[in-house]
């Protein structure tokens, strides 16, 4: 069987064990979209009543954070597992993983989906759609094309993050707290633009972790603001581009982790 | 009385063993300091002096209510829905204790840890975001009353959200939507006075902004003079009615216990 038919059929049996519990669903997707209307309500109070902040618009912010959204809804609905790879480590239950006839990454990722992703989706479409309107934009081919390339470059910029930052626990035995305070920079880019920071934090978002590629860059092309990076305007394009590294990388880094890995005989 | 501080040296010691976590959740501080400090900068050389409130008041506003987030952050709902979970409740209910203060005692020690994950934060605040320090000793008495009463109200909402786990078992999805609607109305980012009306009316009438909302304002001298009484007396009147139906939910959810496995 191939490696994407596998993780296919892995994803399936997942979903069916999710879906036996279905109070759990509904309670679920309903926390997590008033989660969202009171974030996105906030910073809208805060943009209404100031106009605009640092040049952004209430609809512009509003396309910033579901744009962030959908990307992250993919992540969480498929990745979401990859950050609590300590406790695999820890109880033993990686070493199913590996006694199997099939790639222990394709085993490890088709373990679990986290359905509250299909919330933030939810959530995510609707705000772009009322953005889209809202901003009377009238996208070409190419942005829509770039747009698509944008969210799926989203999921995989978090997902890889995620799962490098995990793999710390391969050496230290705990990666948790290292992901909270990854998934805390994400936040604040991900609530407001980050170009109201000062210079070392939008370094550090830009060039160490470069979550500023999930909504920022893209979003400058796509509202066409690119005069506000000057002459760094190419780093609007370059989502893709990062996400393909940031893949590299991580094979590498799950390669050099698994083979450093000892079971805890669990 | 020496019971009391028991658990709630148990409560600490069990929230500071992991010292790792401990500065990660300092330096999440720093870094949610750093980011309102930002909002709170750009949006006051938009629009100096708006609301009747100077940038220095706002960067102060928006500091404390980080500081307050980790502060009045507490478990003990989790606490209860874990130990029903499990069945160890068993064993909390045949300590020397009314569960109630018993969990009153819990929640303050995790404060005490909460106070001084926030600490370094605050002082790198002062020193160098330019927070600054209540107006007058006054000012900062009454912050503290405010602050003292603010942690009952919210321990109380936590304790009958911990006792609804007697009925519905799970109630990691609920505190989602509990904790959110606890800090947007409370006032936690964007202060009561920015907000529309209608919402503000809401805001106005629920115990959220005991927790932060009227504590910050105190501090920053929002709420000065006469208002400040009026402010404590409305937080007060709260804490009274949330510890009494603490007490009647308690021991109703109490007689509706069933301890499974144990």
């Not at chain 1, 992540?75 to 990686?94: I, K, M, P």
């Not at chain 1, 919330?119 to 770039?146: E, M, R, V």
């Not at chain 2, 019971?3 to 976590?21: E, H, M």
């Amino acid at each position: 069987m191939s490696a994407m038919a596998l993780y296919f059929r892995l994803i399936r049996v997942a979903i069916q064990a999710r879906m036996q519990y279905r109070a759990d669903f509904l309670t679920g997707i309903i926390g997590v979209i008033v989660m969202n209307v009171t974030t996105v309500t906030l910073i809208g109070i805060l943009v209404t009543r100031f106009s605009h902040l640092n040049g952004w618009s209430l609809w512009e912010v509003v396309f910033l954070y579901c744009l962030w959204l959908l990307g992250h809804s993919l992540f969480s609905l498929f990745f979401w597992h990859v950050r609590a790879l300590e406790d695999y480590l820890v109880e033993g239950t990686f070493d199913q993983f590996l006694i199997r006839p099939a790639s222990p990454f394709i085993l490890f990722l088709g373990r679990e989906v986290q359905y509250l992703g299909v919330a933030d989706a939810i959530f995510g479409i609707s705000g772009l759609s009322l953005a889209y309107s809202n901003l009377d934009l009238h996208w070409n081919a190419t942005k829509w094309l770039f747009f698509g390339a944008a969210i799926i470059a989203g999921t995989l910029i978090e997902s890889t993050l995620s799962l490098m930052i995990a793999c710390i626990s391969f050496w230290t035995g705990r990666s948790r707290r290292a992901n909270n305070l990854m998934m805390q920079i994400n936040t604040m880019v991900q609530y407001y633009p980050m170009d109201i920071f000062g210079y070392v934090f939008r370094v550090i978002v830009t060039g160490f972790i470069p979550v500023a590629f999930m909504n920022y860059y893209p979003a400058l092309m796509l509202l066409d603001k690119l005069d506000r990076v000057g002459s760094l305007w190419w780093l609007a394009y370059m989502s893709p581009v990062v996400a393909f590294l940031l893949v590299g990388i991580t094979s590498v880094v799950w390669r050099l982790a698994l083979r450093r890995y000892s079971s805890s005989g669990g | 009385m020496k019971i009391f501080w028991s658990f709630t040296r148990q409560a600490f010691q069990f929230a500071s063993v992991y010292r790792f976590n401990f500065f990660v959740e300092i330096f999440l501080t720093f870094l949610r300091m750093y980011g309102i400090y930002w909002v709170w900068r750009i949006l006051y050389t938009q629009k100096p002096g708006a609301f009747g409130v100077d940038m220095k008041q706002m960067v102060t506003y928006g500091v404390l209510g980080m500081a307050l987030q980790i502060l009045v952050w507490s478990r003990v709902q989790w606490y209860m829905a874990s130990q029903v979970k499990s069945g160890a409740i068993d064993t909390d209910l045949m300590k020397p204790l009314d569960f109630h203060i018993h969990m009153l005692a819990r929640s303050l020690g995790e404060t005490i840890v909460g106070g001084s994950l926030a600490l370094p934060g605050l002082i790198f605040s002062f020193f160098v975001l330019g927070v600054s320090l209540p107006a007058d000793p006054g000012t900062a008495v009454a912050f503290f009353i405010s602050l003292v009463l603010g942690f009952l109200v919210i321990f109380h909402l936590n304790f009958m959200l911990g006792s609804l786990a007697v009925l519905t078992l799970d109630i990691r999805h609920i505190s989602w939507a509990y904790n959110s609607i606890v800090r947007f109305f409370g006032g936690q980012l964007v202060p009561l006075w920015l907000f529309p009306p209608t919402l503000a009316a809401i805001a106005n009438i629920l115990p959220f902004q005991s927790t932060f909302a009227i504590p910050m304002s105190i501090y920053i001298g929002k709420i000065a003079g006469a208002d400040i009484f009026r402010a404590l007396g409305f937080q007060l009147s709260w804490m009274v009615v949330l510890v009494l139906s603490s007490r009647l939910l308690w021991t109703w959810a109490h007689r509706r216990l069933v301890v499974q496995g144990g």
